[in-house]
């Protein structure tokens, strides 16, 4: 393994404060009702959607710099560090406020763990070189009573660029050294765009909602040599442009015969909907005929999203689940793989094919949330299929859904990156009821028993 990918990123941090919130779990959430799939047959599409490929920092700061007023910037973050990625696009998110754009960036603030960089010091900064750009945190760790209430979306609006999906703002996300998916849409027609103004909508409720909280720029002499020291970092970076980034980044026309049918779909910010993000996940899920592709790394299976499964396997549809590996979950949070080691044997037994991947060269863990369902249905968010993001998290994503008979690039190449995850899985569960590795053994040897091991139990029983 690398010692400069996952290893060394300290993964801890970001499951173990939020999964002691499991123990407190709220009432299930139920699903929305069912809608058929349609589809325009037409070449004049609102939007266009591609998968997001290649460096994406180059990609982040072309849709900034490609943004001129009246346009606007808009960001729903869950992680943005002020590593080399998040001081880059820092600063020119800067540059775009210097030249008149309206800039709003929200930012989890109980987020991945302790170090959130977001505080009074970076603020200071950013006000002295970008007065009018605009930060506030959602649910600030000095709210102690709402810290189960976490930001997880992904969600970054430049202009008539969109793009959703798993990446957060830091180097792990930007460099590959997580595996994940992310779709970049275009808007064609402004105004016209249903996906683009459910979008927008979704960030101006969170950023007016009583859970966003402006972060006031620090004072004192300690402060203020923080402040400077922040400016100092930021004045350093950079701006050069990305004008010339390749084309094939960023969606341009297909010239598809069939536009798909694109829905987004998002949370209230103090999840207390039914018909949110977890609503259309089981909506997919409960339209399904044939076949059922899961890639999440987080397999804690809440009882609705089980029980909608389990009777789409009795009614002979193949559920296929590709997940991180115990080994990758182990390293990040050992409770969390221990409950998923507990609740192996019973997605066994209900018959669940069950495929873990662990990267063979470079360690890097399985980070994507995407759903295939009957080869021509396809969700990519930030869900996992995990207590947190049914009960506590707000979560977002988008369904698209073609033709059987007339698919896209973007289908396309979603199929073959699940294809190629899947080759390289190694199979734990048959889909026949038969346990294929002994995971009591298997946790032993990767001490996912360890101290906090009493967590694991803890953590399915609150399901």
């Known amino acids: 393994m690398n010692p400069c990918r996952p290893a060394e990123i300290k993964r801890w941090s970001i499951k173990a404060g939020a999964l002691l919130s499991l123990c407190f779990a709220a009432p299930p959430v139920g699903a929305a009702d069912p809608s058929i799939s349609s589809f325009k047959p037409t070449a004049t599409c609102s939007e266009e959607i591609r998968r997001v490929n290649g460096d994406k920092r180059d990609l982040w700061t072309y849709m900034v710099d490609k943004v001129e007023p009246p346009q606007q910037i808009q960001l729903i973050a869950y992680i943005f560090d002020t590593d ?30 302790v170090s959130m960089p977001i505080n009074g010091d970076l603020v200071a900064a950013i006000r002295q070189m970008a007065p009018g750009l605009e930060i506030r945190v959602f649910n600030p760790k000095s709210r102690i009573l709402r810290i189960r209430k976490r930001a997880h ?19 792990a996300s930007a460099k590959g050294w997580l595996i994940e998916e992310d779709v970049a849409l275009r808007e064609l027609t402004p105004g016209h765009s249903d996906v683009f103004a459910r979008m927008r909508s979704h960030f101006q409720l969170f950023w007016q909602s009583p859970y966003s909280v402006e972060i006031q720029p620090g004072k004192g002499r300690q402060q203020r040599a923080g402040t400077q020291a922040i400016l100092r970092k930021l004045q350093a970076v950079p701006l050069h442009t990305t004008n010339g980034l390749d084309a094939a980044a960023v969606p341009v026309s297909a010239g598809d015969a069939f536009c798909p049918s694109l829905r987004y779909y998002h949370d209230q910010p103090d999840k207390s909907r039914d018909d949110g993000t977890l609503g259309g996940v089981l909506q997919l899920i409960d339209e399904a005929r044939r076949e059922i592709v899961i890639v999440n790394p987080y397999i804690l299976l809440v009882p609705e999203v089980r029980g909608v499964l389990k009777r789409k396997i009795q009614a002979g549809v193949r559920v296929v689940i590709l997940t991180a590996s115990i080994v990758n979950l182990s390293n990040e949070f050992p409770p969390l793989a221990k409950a998923y080691a507990n609740d192996l044997p019973a997605l066994a037994r209900d018959g669940f094919e069950v495929r873990e991947y662990l990267d063979p060269l470079e360690g890097r863990m399985l980070h994507a949330k995407v759903m295939r369902v009957d080869n021509h249905s396809y969700f990519v968010g930030s869900f996992n299929f995990d207590p947190l993001s049914a009960r506590h998290n ?61 967590l694991g139990p803890l953590i399915r029983g609150s399901l």
């Not at 979306?153 to 180097?171: E, Q």
Request: aromatic share 6%; charged share 25%.
């Open 153 to 171: 979306d992904k969600l970054f609006l430049a202009g008539d660029y969109a793009i959703v999906g798993s990446s957060s703002i830091w180097d």
């Open 394 to 454: 707000t979560e977002n994503g988008i369904r698209f859904d073609y033709p059987a008979s007339r698919k896209s690039r973007l289908a396309d190449e979603l199929d073959r990156e699940i294809s190629a995850l899947l080759e390289g899985a190694t199979l734990v569960a048959d889909g026949h009821g038969r346990l294929v590795v002994d995971d009591p053994q298997r946790c032993t040897q990767i001490s996912c028993k360890n101290p906090l091991r009493w």
């Open 84 to 113: 080399e990625t998040g001081l880059r696009l820092l600063r020119h998110l800067i540059d775009a406020s210097v030249r008149g754009v309206k800039v709003q960036l929200l930012i989890d603030g109980v987020g991945p763990g």
